[in-house]
């Protein structure tokens, strides 16, 4: 990436998809256009695609490229509307939204609060619920004989999770997984996207209160005990920082050990090396689903600080970026003509699946120690676990963000002791 006098060529245009049903497909599609395309979301609103590996982690690094939506031209011209759907991803006060000194300041309190340590302290709680679960599993089976494990298994164990880590109460866990869902969504219509916005201040305002009153041993209560003096964060801050947690701890999850389980269930012969494998094989089982099929498709935004060129292509000061996660992670320059084969003795582990550059995500800890918690239990319990329909005709989770399937219908088999 370097300056150069602007390039007249015009990249390509495509229009994303909002529904995810050809993610893959897409991606490859737009990087045999080219290693830069602009790109149609819905609405009509247009950013920039960089779908080459190399270019997009350079990108992600790159000091003149930020996160900080004030600096989107087109949102400050009011060409964006309010209830643009995909606003409450980038019109953010969180870290993941701002740069620099206030990057900085607004990532700190969550590096000193959200440790290892206090994921670790969750293990015992974590095994339970994922061995009541997995004990729940027969009976969730329906008439035909089979059973949804994204609704079932997947679904309710990463928000359980992250809602105890944070301090939610149990009786908000199913109205937060439905706000979660219409932010990820793509078919969430403006009324209830405003809608969510409203809820979701008002529960967090109300958490707030009951933890100050009352502190215990959760994220909220260290966050609010470690926010005071320069630097403090606002209500809001502290609002959308947990409502980024608990929006990636729960969605990304998801989608990583369903993504991970349809990939074992469709390559027979890289389950037969899990089987043979030890403790470390679901290490990189984990890692291999992560590159091969990322939780996150696409991720808005970046934004150009100055006129900045990529691979010949000049992108303006203030447009937006669209950064294709999932796409780039299966780039044949980074992984060779085989990227699109699931390998988990591959020898390049390295991805991009929880970003780059200084807004990488802060949870990744907690994504791999989540699926390390609920993959092998589940195939140690049901050996004989299978797909129930053609992998060809799963639904997508209807999505620009998520990158997973809406369902993932399965045979258990006996259940082994």
């Known amino acids: 990436m370097t300056e150069s006098t602007v390039d007249q060529t015009s990249p390509p245009l495509v229009h994303i998809d909002p529904l ?78 701002r740069d620099g000194a206030e990057h900085r300041r607004l990532r700190r309190p969550l590096t000193r609060s959200f440790t290892r340590n206090r994921v670790e302290r969750l293990r015992p709680r974590i095994d339970r619920i994922v061995a009541t679960m997995l004990d729940e599993l027969p009976g969730r089976v329906g008439p035909d004989g089979i059973v949804d494990l994204r609704r079932h298994y997947a679904y309710p164990f990463p928000m359980q999770v992250i809602c ?46 009951m933890r100050r009153a009352e502190p215990a041993d959760d994220l909220t209560s260290a966050l609010l005990a470690d926010n005071d003096g320069e630097g403090a964060l606002t209500d809001d801050e502290l609002e ?32 037969a090396l899990v089987r043979a494998g030890d403790g470390e094989t679901w290490g990189r089982v984990v890692e291999e689903t992560l590159r091969w099929d990322a939780p996150v498709g696409n991720f808005p935004a970046r934004f150009p600080v100055e006129d900045i060129t990529v691979a010949g292509v000049t992108i303006p000061k203030g447009d937006g970026i669209l950064a294709p996660w999932s796409g780039v992670n299966r780039d044949p320059a980074q992984y060779g003509e085989d990227a699109d084969r699931f390998d988990i003795d591959r020898p390049v582990k390295k991805h991009m699946a929880f970003g780059g550059g200084p807004h990488v995500c ?54 082994k002791d």
Do not use: C
Request: proline share 8%; no cysteine.
């Open 20 to 97: 995810g049903t050809d993610r893959h497909g897409e991606a490859a599609r737009m990087r045999e256009l080219g290693p830069v395309v602009r790109a149609e979301l819905p609405g009509g609103v247009r950013m920039w695609v960089v779908t080459d590996y190399a270019l997009l982690a350079e990108l992600a690094a790159d000091p003149r490229v930020g996160r900080d939506w004030r600096n989107w031209e087109a949102l400050r011209r009011g060409e964006i509307p309010d209830d643009w759907p995909l606003l409450s991803m980038i019109r953010l006060n969180n870290a993941m939204a």
């Open 240 to 271: 959308d920082t947990l409502w980024m947690l608990i929006g990636a701890g729960h969605e990304t999850s998801i989608s990583l050990i369903i993504n991970a389980t349809r990939a074992l269930l469709t390559h027979p012969d890289q389950l």
């Open 164 to 209: 105890e880590l944070i301090g939610v109460p149990e009786p908000w866990w199913p109205r937060f997984r439905e706000l979660i869902d219409t932010v990820v969504r793509a078919d969430t219509t403006a009324e209830q996207f405003l809608a969510t916005q409203q809820e979701r201040h008002e529960l967090w305002q109300r958490l707030f209160a």
């Open 362 to 415: 802060i949870g990744p800890a907690l994504a791999r120690f989540e699926a390390m918690a609920a993959l092998p239990p589940l195939f140690a319990r049901y050996p004989d676990l299978r797909l129930a329909a053609d992998p060809a005709e799963l639904s997508a989770v209807p999505s620009i963000f998520s990158n997973s399937v809406s369902s993932l219908p399965v045979h258990l088999g006996p259940a």
